[in-house]
């Protein structure tokens, strides 16, 4: 069982939508989780860490739900600069990121 | 805003030629790492590396690659003897502590090994 699963879409979706991201890991131990987005041959950028708490930034909000080992992305009002790859990824503390294979957004006008 | 740099962008090596990769973390960060990225597949982690030493690093991270922070500012990735299987992107990220800390990450140098 991979560590990070994340549905690899393509999400197509009409700019102001509303869309979801789902992710699941598998190793109970994670402690810190994160989204990150990644454009066409790009470094990936750091879009918000995950709380048990859920936060929000704008746009977007993101649950974590550690019963389930869950993590989600909510993305509201979608701009076609949102269109790119975006990245679930844990760490179990001292060690480094495990990635997700990534879910790919194309926001279309 | 700081950022981590890396040089160079693009790198074509021949077979069993050897490749430096260089990197500049952000300055008041302590803990460093290579990824690397095969075209079409995940971000995979190969070394970390903290008070000039390898802290942890993955079954990619064989013999033929080393790890260097050869003065104050640079990292530096080494591969000894390249492969056609070693072509990817190479990612450098910088953090200021390890766990919950975020990990920056530098533009990346694409690798093709010919």
């Known amino acids: 069982r991979k560590e990070v699963e994340q549905d690899p879409g393509p999400f197509n979706v009409p700019e102001g939508a509303t869309v979801a991201f789902n992710c699941t890991y598998s190793?109970?131990?994670?402690?810190?989780f994160f989204w990150y987005r990644q454009d066409c041959r790009k470094e990936p950028k750091l879009l918000m860490s995950?709380?048990?708490s859920g936060n929000e930034d704008g746009r977007f909000t993101a649950q974590l739900n550690r019963a389930s080992q869950y993590i989600s992305l909510l993305i509201r009002d979608s701009k076609l600069s949102d269109s790119a790859t975006y990245l679930c990824?844990?760490?179990?503390?001292?060690?480094?990121?495990?990635f997700g294979k990534g879910t790919r957004l194309s926001v279309i006008a | 805003e700081p950022e981590v740099t890396q040089t160079p962008s693009h790198q074509v090596t021949q077979m069993g030629q050897e490749v430096i990769l260089r990197c500049v973390p952000i300055?008041?960060?302590?803990?460093f790492y290579w990824y690397r990225q095969i075209l079409g597949q995940k971000v995979e982690f190969l070394v970390s590396f903290y008070n000039n030493e390898i802290s942890e690093k993955s079954e990619i991270f064989d013999d033929q690659f080393s790890v260097e922070r050869p003065d104050g500012s640079n990292f530096t990735l080494k591969i000894r003897s390249t492969k056609l299987e070693d072509s990817a992107m190479y990612f450098c990220?910088?953090?200021?502590?390890?766990?919950?800390?975020?990990?920056?990450f530098g533009p990346g140098t694409r690798l093709t090994v010919t």
């Open positions: 190793n109970s131990a994670s402690q810190s």
């Open positions: 995950v709380y048990s």
């Open positions: 300055s008041n960060h302590l803990y």
């Open positions: 990824v844990v760490n179990r503390g001292n060690t480094p990121l495990v």
């Open positions: 990220a910088s953090s200021e502590g390890v766990g919950g800390y975020e990990q920056y």
